[in-house]
Structure formats: structure tokens, C-alpha cells
DNA sequence: ACATTAAGTGATT
DNA sequence: AATCACTTAATGT
């Protein structure tokens, strides 16, 4: 856990904020799949990812779908950081992409860092403004775009993510994702196809340009 | 060989 | 862009 810290958030915050995240966080490793965070949670804890990918999804009463944004090495959600400093309800579910790992700390103390350290303001300060970023685009991206953006968008956001140009899912899952069906996916990952943009195959895509 | 699941396609709204 | 109804293709048992 020491080094893992170290490679990625000694840039950042200063030695003794470090420390006290090693002393008071629990290692988390999580596979492919599995849950952070889900709709209604009261969070106690939040992840610090370490890396790997973590998708955040919006889900309403009916069960339908929609993915929000990414999340991945060195981000932490802010939003339920600060959502649960007023004892609200998680309103978001957090979804590994790919097996991560994570460090679990608890909100007591990151309340008390708020005062303490100032990396440690700024950082999640920085991350609840970048999410917001990332809220905002995802609400042009439904407004203004058509599925077919949309869809590209997607694929491209993915790629990056997990930093590997094959992504393995089905045209099903990606139409969970995107709260479409799955015809209309089939036929615009074809589209893109015919335009040398990706090829497909059986589970996988590999994406030619993002 | 058979069943299951993923993906492709035309027609309709 | 969604839905239906169906086909084809790949994969698991």
C-alpha cells in the first residue's frame, strides 16, 4: 500500500497526509464488476482509486440506465464526499470497470483533513470541480447529441479509461450503458465499422480512432 | 449434436 | 431511434 500511495499521491500531498491515509485507510481491492457504491447507500467510507476504472451510473425508479462519467486513477468521487457530509444518500452507483484497487477512507477523517491540510482541501476541491466538468459534458452529450456521437463518445471515453484500444463488452451492455437498445447499437458500431473507426467482433471491439 | 447467447437485418411505427 | 420478428454466427456443454 506504501508504495502504490507513494507513486501516485506524493506529488501531491505532503508527508505527514500521507501517513495518516496509510494509517486510517484499508486497501481495497475490487474485481471486474463489482460494486462501490450503489443508489441509497449511506456512504461512511469513500474510495481513493489507486487504479483501474470505475464507472459512475445514474439509475432512475424504473431500473433504466445511464452512464455519467468515469472515474479513474488518483480520482475519488468528491461529489459523495461532500454529498455525505450531510448525511445524504448516495444518488449515483460507482461500478468497477476492471479489476482496481482502491483505498477506503473513512469521512470522519476526511472531514478532519479538510481543516488540516491544505493539499488536501485543494485536491477535493479540484476533483468536485472536475466532476462537475464531467456532469455538464454528460448532460450536453444527452441533450445535443445524436446516438450516433453519442455512441462514439462513449467508445472513445472508454478507450482512454482503460488505456487499451480493444474493449471487451457486448453490443447489449453497451446499450445498457448508454440506455439505448440493442439494435440501434449494432447498427451504429456497424456504421462506424464501414468508416474504418473500429472493427468488431464477438465481444470485443477494437477502436481504430478515439 | 444441441442449447444458449451475441450479433445482423428488414419492416414497421 | 425504438420495437418486432426473425436469421445467422459463435460458443459452451
Known amino acids: 500500500m506504501h508504495e502504490k500511495l507513494q507513486d501516485y499521491f506524493s506529488v501531491i500531498f505532503e508527508e505527514e497526509l500521507l501517513r495518516e491515509i496509510e494509517k486510517y485507510g484499508k486497501l481495497v481491492k475490487l474485481k471486474k464488476d463489482d460494486l462501490l457504491i450503489d443508489v441509497g447507500n449511506l456512504i461512511k467510507e469513500v474510495p481513493l482509486l489507486l487504479n483501474g476504472a470505475v464507472k459512475i451510473v445514474r439509475e432512475d425508479k424504473k431500473g433504466d440506465e445511464i452512464v455519467l462519467y468515469f472515474l479513474e486513477r488518483g480520482d475519488t468521487c468528491a461529489i459523495s464526499f461532500v454529498n455525505c457530509l450531510n448525511n445524504a444518500k448516495s444518488k449515483v452507483r460507482g461500478v468497477a470497470e476492471k479489476d482496481s484497487e482502491a483505498i477506503y477512507l473513512p469521512v470522519k477523517k476526511l472531514e478532519e483533513w479538510m481543516g488540516k491540510y491544505k493539499t488536501w482541501r485543494e ?4 476533483s468536485y470541480s472536475s466532476r462537475l466538468d464531467e456532469m ?3 448532460i450536453d452529450t444527452l ?11 462513449y467508445l472513445s471515453d472508454k478507450v ?3 488505456r487499451d484500444t480493444t474493449l471487451h ?7 445498457l450503458d448508454l440506455n439505448t437498445s440493442r439494435v440501434v447499437v449494432s447498427r451504429l458500431l456497424k456504421q462506424l465499422e464501414n468508416e474504418k473507426k473500429i472493427k468488431l467482433y464477438r465481444n470485443k ?5 478515439f
Open 205 to 209: 471491439i477494437e477502436v481504430l480512432e
Open 169 to 175: 463488452t457486448t453490443h447489449h451492455q453497451i446499450a
Open 123 to 126: 485536491f477535493v476541491i479540484e
Open 160 to 162: 482512454k479509461i482503460m
Open 136 to 138: 455538464i459534458e454528460a
Open 143 to 153: 441533450a445535443f447529441m445524436k446516438m450516433d456521437k453519442r455512441l462514439f463518445k
